[in-house]
């Protein structure tokens, strides 16, 4: 038994000092063990299948509009990045962007940046500004490796449960129990929570700066926030148990951080923005 305890501690150790990538916008290590070429395959399949079964939006104006700020988007983001020592960072990634006939007010984009905005969010974005707003958000996931993090991080939680059950296996069930509520409620709300609004607010802005360096105003991310506060009603989960931050957390956030944005894409020589 003991050595089964000190297998499952030296992986969980190896986990979380190894298996780093270096996020090319904070310079930090984040946790993650995926790998692209494990990922973005899978990824650009489940991107092609949702196309095939939704009611995709060609030649129209927005949908055009959707491609644009994509494209200017994505160049953006190779600016920066070979600006600051990532040559080559995007060559698996395959970006695409496209418009989607639905009502939900969402938009998301998959691992190696393959887009989805849906119709339903055109009327509280309002223009071409409000759309790059969610937009860089939403290519900012997949450029930072959210959704590998994310992968990394749930099997770090299951696996340090595990190891838990094993540490506790010889004791009371009730004992066991108890552990496995705890453990369960603990690293939901206290760790996968968090580190899910943490993305959330990286990506927002992350997002701040490719818009910026795109020629977008990032003024307008604010203003943005203010209207989906605004169609949500006021209704909102707690912030401590959402995977988001508050409508009013984010639009402080993005206010505290738009001068930088714009400080960020003076120096690619954007001296105006639309």
């Not at 070429?37 to 949702?50: H, M, N, R, T, V």
């Not at 190891?163 to 409620?185: D, E, M, N, P, R």
Request: aromatic share 10%.
């Amino acid at each position: 038994m003991k050595v089964k305890k000190w297998i499952l501690v030296l992986f969980v150790t190896a986990l979380t000092v190894v298996a780093c990538k270096v996020n090319p916008f904070t310079g930090e290590k984040n946790l993650n063990f995926v790998s692209n070429d494990q990922l973005f395959p899978s990824s650009f399949q489940q991107y092609d299948a949702f196309l095939d079964s939704s009611n995709v939006v060609t030649g129209t104006t927005e949908s055009k509009m959707v491609k644009r700020i994509g494209d200017k988007i994505k160049t953006a983001a190779e600016r920066y990045l070979n600006a600051n020592g990532y040559q080559g960072f995007l060559e698996d990634f395959r970006f695409e962007y496209n418009l989607v006939q639905d009502d939900q007010v969402n938009a998301f984009a998959m691992p190696g940046g393959k887009t989805v905005v849906y119709t339903g969010i055109l009327p509280i974005t309002q223009d071409e500004t409000g759309l790059a707003v969610v937009m860089g958000h939403e290519v900012a996931h997949a450029l930072a490796d959210h959704g590998a993090q994310r992968m990394s991080a749930a099997q770090a939680q299951q696996v340090i449960g595990a190891a838990g059950a094993v540490a506790l296996s010889g004791k009371s069930q009730q004992t066991q129990q108890i552990f496995a509520q705890a453990y369960g409620i603990g690293s939901q709300v206290g760790v996968m929570l968090p580190f899910s609004r943490s993305q959330e607010a990286e990506a927002d802005r992350i997002g701040l700066t490719l818009m910026a360096i795109a020629g977008y105003d990032p003024d307008e991310a604010a203003d943005l926030w203010r209207r989906m506060q605004q169609n949500s009603g006021g209704a909102s989960t707690p912030e401590f148990l959402s995977t988001h931050p508050s409508n009013q957390t984010r639009i402080n956030n993005l206010e505290a951080w738009a001068p930088e944005a714009k400080a960020e894409a003076r120096k690619y020589g954007v001296t105006s923005f639309q």
